[in-house]
C-alpha cells in the first residue's frame, strides 16, 4: 500500500527511517527508458519493523519499502521518492517492484479514465465526506458504464450518452 503525507504519522515514520542512518543498503535497481526519458529505479525494503508495529496497528504489516525513481530527460533530471508498507517479505526485492510497479499502473489507469471521463481532478468539492461519496458514484458509474457492450464507444462518450438519452441509460444501469 502506497503512503502518502495525508495518513498520519505513518507516511512520517518510514520516512523518517529511509532518510536516517539506518536505512537498509539498496537491494534492488532496475532501468528502463522510453517516453524520451531514462529511469532508474532503486528499491530499499525491511523487515526490521518491530518499532513501527508498536507504533502502528496494521495487521499483517511485514516490510516497508522505499522506492526512488530518478528520471532524466534532455533538459532536466528529477528524482522523487515513494514509501509503501506490504505484507510481502522483504527479502525478495524484484518481486517487491513487480509489485509496486503493478499497484502504480492499476492506480494511474484508473485514475486517468475517472479524470478524462468524469473531470475527477477538476471536482472541488471538500465538505464533509462529500468528496469520498462523489468518488464511489463515479466508481459505480464507470463500472456501470463499463459493463454496458451495446455501444462501440469509450467511455467519456457512453457518459454523454447516458445524460443525453434516457433510454441507453436505462440499459446502463440495467433495467433495460
Known sequence: MSLKGNQGNLHDDVKTFFTSSLSPAVASVSYDGGHGRIETRTIRATADIAWLRERHDWEGLQ??????????????????????????DANDPQRLERVVRA??????????????????????????????????????????????KTSKVGIKIKRLKAGWDNQYLLRVIGVI
Not at 66 to 81: I, N, S
Open 63 to 88: 516490510s516497508i519499502i522505499a522506492v526512488t525513481a530518478k528520471r532524466e530527460t534532455d533538459h532536466k533530471v528529477t528524482e522523487e521518492t515513494r514509501y509503501f508498507i506490504s505484507s510481502l
Open 103 to 148: 499497484h502504480w499502473a492499476i492506480e494511474n489507469n484508473l485514475h486517468w479514465v475517472l479524470d478524462i471521463a468524469f473531470d475527477e481532478d477538476g471536482n472541488r468539492t471538500r465538505k464533509g465526506h462529500s468528496a469520498a461519496n462523489l468518488a464511489v458514484i463515479r466508481h459505480i458509474a464507470l463500472n456501470l458504464i463499463k459493463s454496458e
